[in-house]
């Protein structure tokens, strides 16, 4: 029987770019902490701001981590060449830097391969984290990060590569320690990706899918006989009262389009994504987002998660 999703131990946080992504990974790592578990975020992306997200957590549980290729690669010869001197000479070579760049692959399956190395090593006699989040690169990206260790063990023979390519590949399938939830907003484009990601995720890499995480999801529609009875009022109002009417008439309309398109994308997620549990995030109407506001996201992220889980097993035990 696989692990509750929020028992694993690993978690990928993928998305299209802009969905919100990086904020839903901030939130999973700080729920997951504030449960008890020491978790690590890892951070991907150049921009390292998932790094800013928690930068100001003091929460002893929650450390961050920046994982490139490059580094960790270099970390791996670390521990394989001891010899310091020979080290240093071997990354001053023009034919290391050359192989870096060239390498087809090399850095994806060196930054998969730095995450397997924190979701296995131990630490004090135990694990060393009691959970991991990595917040993956944008869609396409994130593909071929999750890709690569699977295709090394099928290109490489017999040896190092091989023997290390399938480790990954295992923690990577195994239903019991990872989970990949897929994060998108209810409007055509992010849906379509999502669902397009979905089926390589399930199909030929085998992976365990985990939530699918709807972001700023618009739910207010307003009475448009309402709306129109304040549009009119606003052409007989006094002047000062006109653009605060129409302004209110516009953000009215706009609001009740906006859950029209999320409503209709949201049931073309459902139809599509089968029986994974769907976690709803409304939008949140702030001026900047701050440490407040990924605490609010936190919150509604762990008790959707929740209630996702508990829809799931109505729906299953309905199918059976």
């Not at 390292?48 to 690669?73: I, K, Q």
């Not at 034919?95 to 004090?124: C, D, H, N």
């Not at 699977?150 to 990872?178: M, N, P």
């Not at 994504?273 to 509604?300: D, N, S, W």
Request: hydrophobic share 45%; charged share 25%.
């Amino acid at each position: 029987m696989p692990a509750s999703l929020l028992e694993r131990r690993l978690h990928f946080v993928v998305g299209k770019g802009g969905v919100g992504k990086t904020t839903v990974a901030a939130a999973l790592a700080l729920t997951l902490a504030r449960r008890g578990r020491r978790t690590l975020a890892v951070d991907m992306e150049p921009g390292r701001r998932l790094a800013g997200l928690l930068g100001r957590e003091a929460d002893p549980r929650l450390s961050v981590l920046h994982v490139d290729g490059r580094a960790a690669l270099e970390e791996y010869l670390n521990l394989v060449i001891p010899v310091k001197r020979l080290l240093a000479t071997v990354f001053a070579s023009k034919i290391y830097q050359y192989f870096v760049a060239a390498a087809p692959g090399l850095k994806e399956l060196m930054t998969v391969g730095k995450i397997w190395y924190e979701a296995t090593r131990s630490e004090g006699g135990g694990p060393a984290w009691d959970a991991i989040v990595v917040d993956a690169p944008a869609t396409g990206h994130s593909l071929q990060y999750l890709r690569m260790p699977q295709a090394a063990r099928e290109t490489f023979g017999a040896g190092l590569v091989q023997r290390e390519a399938s480790k990954i590949t295992e923690l990577l399938r195994d239903r019991r320690a990872t989970a990949v939830h897929l994060v998108t907003l209810a409007e055509e484009m992010p849906v379509i990706e999502t669902l397009e990601m979905r089926a390589q995720l399930t199909g030929a890499l085998g992976l365990p899918l985990g939530y699918v995480i709807v972001n700023r999801l618009h739910r207010r529609r307003f009475d448009p006989a309402a709306v129109e009875r304040l549009r009119a009022a606003a052409k007989t109002a006094p002047a000062p009262e006109q653009a605060l009417l129409r302004c209110v008439v516009e953000r009215a309309a706009e609001e009740s389009g906006w859950s029209d398109i999320n409503a209709a994308n949201l049931a073309r997620l459902h139809a599509g994504i089968g029986e994974a549990p769907l976690v709803e995030l409304p939008f949140l109407f702030v001026e900047e987002f701050g440490p407040a506001e990924l605490e609010q996201v936190a919150r509604l992220l762990e008790a959707g998660m929740a209630g996702g889980a508990e829809a799931a097993a109505r729906q299953r035990s309905r199918s059976s």
